[in-house]
Every structure is written in structure tokens, then in C-alpha cells.
């Protein structure tokens, strides 16, 4: 099978595409970085024989970096399952990003996923079958006072899958969207958090290991789906004082 991932180059987007090539499926491998995704394909192409095309994408505006995905995609054809484990936040946005800066996180956090979407989803309806991945955050539980924009966009991707999933009822295009904790990540080394980070090596093993037997929402770790859960439920004067 041929899998599309963006945001291929790091955390859990380098763990799936080793757990995809592990089960033998070919890449279309989408980042910022050309050097680091072309050492990653090579890699990945001797260590278990897939084939494997990068595509150098810095999301900023649609003009600049939807081109050359779609040209990527000409050149490795329909994807049967595409997956964004794509994300970047700002230690400043706390309300008070510019407009240039806001922007860009909605394009990497929301657009990215819908205009590659829109662009692969006709053949996938026009064949009957395909996958959609999204990856959302625990972020967007509630509206907070850090992460001010990625929160609101990672919220409006969760919505944007929920429209998905209609869209594709009966048609045998699937959507699955995680919604996930922290991650052990190097962005995320050092940080003391109230919840223990997860290893995306077991994350991305758990997914793919899904990808053919589910679909709707899941939390990843498990455990957040009830943290969520109080967390929504906690009345506005003890929430207010939290910084999560």
C-alpha cells in the first residue's frame, strides 16, 4: 500500500514511517528538511526494502508549500491512506501573535491537513476505499492561556475529521483521528508536565497495528480521554486557575 505522511521528519512522524516500512508499505514522506528527509528515505529503503519519495514542504503559505506536494503526489500516485502527525507551536502565542505568525500556525496545525485532503480525497471516494489520519492535541479540551492559536486550530482539525466522517459514510474511505497527550519527544526533553510522556515508538506501533480494523476518535495515551473529560467538566472558577 501507498501511505502519504506529513510531517514525516521527527517524533511520531519518523516512528510511523519506520512501523509502516516495517509492514512493507511504500512512503510518500513530506517535511521541511530535503537533506534530513532524503537521509531518512535511504535509511529507511535498506533497512527494509520500500520504495520511498520525499517531498521538501515548509508550510507557511498555501501558495508556497501546496505546490510541490501536489506535484509529489503526481509522482507517486493516489495514496491509500494518508496520515498528518504535523504540529508546531510558539512559546509567544498567548494571545497577542501578529497576524503573520497566527497564520502560519492555523496553516501547519489546520490547513496543511485540508488541502492535502481535498486535493487526494475525489480519486479515494472515485476508487471506494482509503484512510485519513489526524492527529489532534489534549490542547484543545478547552480554550487556555498558553498555546492560545495552536489550540484553536488543533480544535477546528478535530472538527474538520467529524465533518470527514460524514462526508465519507458508506463510501469505504475511512477517517481515524487521535487525540493525543504528551509525547517523549526532544521539543518536549527536560519539561516537567503533571502526566508522564509517551514513547511515539509505542504509539506509532499501536496505530499502525489499528489502521485496517478502526475508525472515529481515540486517545492516545488512553488514560486522557477521562482527564479530558474532568477537565471539560470542571466548573469555569477552579478551571480558570489551572495552567495546563
Not at 530535503?34 to 517531498?55: E, H, N, W, Y
Request: glycine share 10%; charged share 20%; aromatic share 10%.
Amino acid at each position: 500500500m501507498k501511505v502519504l505522511i506529513f510531517g514525516a521528519s521527527a517524533g511520531l512522524g519518523r516512528c510511523l514511517a519506520e512501523e509502516l516500512a516495517g509492514h512493507g508499505h511504500d512512503l510518500l514522506l513530506i517535511a521541511s528538511d530535503l537533506p534530513d528527509l532524503d537521509a531518512m528515505a535511504s535509511d529507511i529503503q535498506l533497512r527494509f526494502g520500500v520504495k520511498t519519495q520525499t517531498c521538501a514542504s515548509r508550510v507557511s503559505t498555501i501558495g508556497d508549500w501546496l505546490k510541490p506536494v501536489l506535484e509529489g503526489l503526481e509522482a507517486f500516485g493516489t495514496p491509500d491512506i494518508l496520515m498528518f502527525p504535523i504540529g508546531a507551536s510558539s512559546e509567544e502565542d498567548q494571545g497577542l501573535l501578529g497576524p503573520s505568525q497566527a497564520r502560519e500556525l492555523v496553516e501547519v496545525n489546520f490547513l496543511a491537513a485540508v488541502a492535502t485532503v481535498s486535493a487526494v480525497l475525489p480519486d479515494m471516494l472515485r476508487r471506494g476505499t482509503g484512510l485519513v489520519v489526524g492527529f489532534g492535541s489534549i490542547a484543545s479540551a478547552r480554550g487556555r492561556r498558553r498555546n492560545v492559536v495552536y489550540a484553536a486550530a488543533k480544535r477546528g482539525l478535530q472538527s474538520y475529521f467529524e465533518s470527514l466522517r460524514h462526508l465519507t459514510a458508506g463510501s469505504g474511505v475511512r477517517t481515524q483521528f487521535f487525540q493525543m497527550g504528551y509525547l517523549r519527544t526532544q521539543q518536549s526533553f527536560g519539561r516537567r508536565r503533571l502526566f508522564p510522556a509517551a514513547d511515539p515508538r509505542d504509539l506509532a506501533r499501536e496505530i499502525v497495528g489499528g489502521l485496517h480494523t478502526r475508525e472515529g476518535v481515540f486517545f492516545r495515551p488512553k488514560y486522557w480521554r477521562f482527564v479530558i473529560l474532568v477537565l471539560r467538566l470542571l466548573p469555569w472558577f477552579v478551571f480558570r486557575r489551572l495552567s495546563f
